[in-house]
């Protein structure tokens, strides 16, 4: 093996590490959310913003935003909205920094959100999250928000509309909306 071979083996090794390391801190980190990072399928992401009825002005929150990608596609279709969104992983969080530079991204527990003033929400979260959230957004969610839910439900309320994502996968495959 010659020096050059070497050093490249070395670079690989160090590269598959540190990725590795990437991996396993973004893995610990979903496991203590109990919800693991799995995102929005990409073609789902129009009929979510279409389900959110994203008015001209406002708040939308993206609770669990991972990546940013419905951020970034609110921002799309209404510019003069104010998007924020919160995770406690900051690999996924980083992502959703250069993919919406503009949003307001908090790294921290989804629990900790406050709701005055949000007029839509968008939660791909397990069914535990879902549950210690339905009281808060009943009681701090402002009349004429919106709850938009992918597959996971609020366990105490019945939807306004169940939506069957036409791309959706097996553990995408509904959104749940909910009128406050």
């Known amino acids: 093996m010659s020096e050059t071979q070497a050093i490249v083996a070395v670079v690989l090794v160090i590269l598959w590490m540190i990725a590795f390391l990437i991996w396993s801190v973004h893995f610990i980190i979903s496991m203590r959310n109990s919800v693991p990072y799995v995102t929005a399928p990409p073609k789902t992401v129009d009929q979510i913003i279409d389900a959110l009825q994203l008015p001209d002005k406002g708040v939308l929150w993206d609770l669990g935003c991972g990546d940013g990608r419905i951020l970034k ?40 959100t406050k709701f005055a003033g949000v007029d839509r929400v968008y939660a791909y979260l397990g069914p535990k999250l879902m549950s210690a959230l339905e009281p808060r957004f009943l009681s701090e969610l402002p009349r004429g928000a919106r709850v938009v839910a992918l597959q996971f439900r609020l366990p105490q309320r019945t939807p306004d509309q169940v939506i069957t994502l036409k791309h959706g996968k097996k553990y995408a495959a509904k959104l749940y909306v909910y009128d406050y």
């Open 73 to 112: 596609a609110a921002l799309k279709a209404k510019p003069a909205l104010e998007v924020a969104g919160v995770d406690n992983n900051p690999i996924p969080l980083q992502l959703a920094r250069w993919n919406v530079p503009s949003a307001k991204l908090v790294q921290g527990d989804i629990l900790d």
